[in-house]
């Protein structure tokens, strides 16, 4: 079957650096995404990969490893405002995405 | 980027009544269109899949003849929650793909209050 695993929360302090990892099961693979959800609000696109490596935009990086099944979300230099849950999303070869559940990112001060 | 606008952002209806969502694509043709569900503190539930001048595909244990989806224009697809109840409030969120699209764009989302 199509699985995502993610983990439930993290927790980082202000003006560090965290990383969010992400698992996949899916039949086909057409890229792997990241979303920033603040409570209340619908997902906001963070980022894509497709192929194997590090893709840098700012103070956020996501990285890919298709053989492995594996993606990460790294984000630098923290922010009260990071405060999010951060989806990670697997497109499947019907071009459907596969859904994590979700990793709740508290920051602390 | 692309925008994906769903309206209304949150409605309060009576049990036993029904409610239509829209969500339109503003500069794309969205072949598919996605409905999701969110309870509180939980990921995004897929409910349909819809796409353009097709019957959309309902995931397990949605009702399709509770949430009705249409998806009659490139443009625009509605969701309406039919004879709702309070265990229908939610959140309910659009996204949308085109032709050969690499990302899905996401609606403002729907909050749902039934009373």
């Known amino acids: 079957g199509q699985n995502i695993d993610q983990p439930t929360e993290m927790t980082a302090t202000e003006g560090a650096i965290v990383q969010i990892n992400c698992t996949y099961q899916?039949?086909?693979?057409?890229?792997l995404f990241w979303y920033q959800q603040h409570a209340g609000e619908a997902p906001t696109f963070l980022s894509y990969?497709?192929l194997d490596g590090l893709e840098e935009k700012g103070r956020f990086s996501s990285f890919l490893s298709r053989s492995k099944g594996y993606s990460y979300l790294l984000l630098k230099e923290l922010q009260m405002k990071d405060s999010a849950s951060y989806l990670c999303?697997?497109?499947?070869?019907?071009?459907?995405?596969?859904w994590g559940a979700g990793t709740k990112l508290i920051i602390k001060p | 980027g692309a925008v994906v606008s769903q309206h209304p952002s949150w409605v309060i209806c009576k049990s036993g009544t029904s409610v239509k969502i829209e969500c339109r694509s503003l500069?794309?043709?969205?072949?598919?269109m996605f409905w999701y569900r969110q309870f509180p503190k939980q990921s995004l539930m897929l409910m349909a899949t819809?796409?353009?001048?097709?019957?959309?595909?309902?995931e397990q244990g949605v009702e399709k003849d509770k949430f009705l989806i249409n998806h009659a224009s490139l443009t625009l697809s509605t969701l309406t929650v039919t004879s709702a109840h309070p265990e229908d409030s939610s959140f309910y969120i659009c996204?949308?793909?085109?032709?050969?699209?690499?990302?899905?764009?996401f609606g403002q989302g729907t909050r749902l209050t039934v009373v």
């Open positions: 996204s949308a793909t085109g032709t050969g699209a690499t990302e899905a764009f």
């Open positions: 500069d794309f043709q969205a072949t598919t």
């Open positions: 819809s796409n353009e001048g097709s019957k959309a595909t309902y």
């Open positions: 899916t039949s086909g693979f057409n890229g």
């Open positions: 990969n497709v």
């Open positions: 999303a697997a497109m499947d070869s019907n071009y459907q995405l596969i």
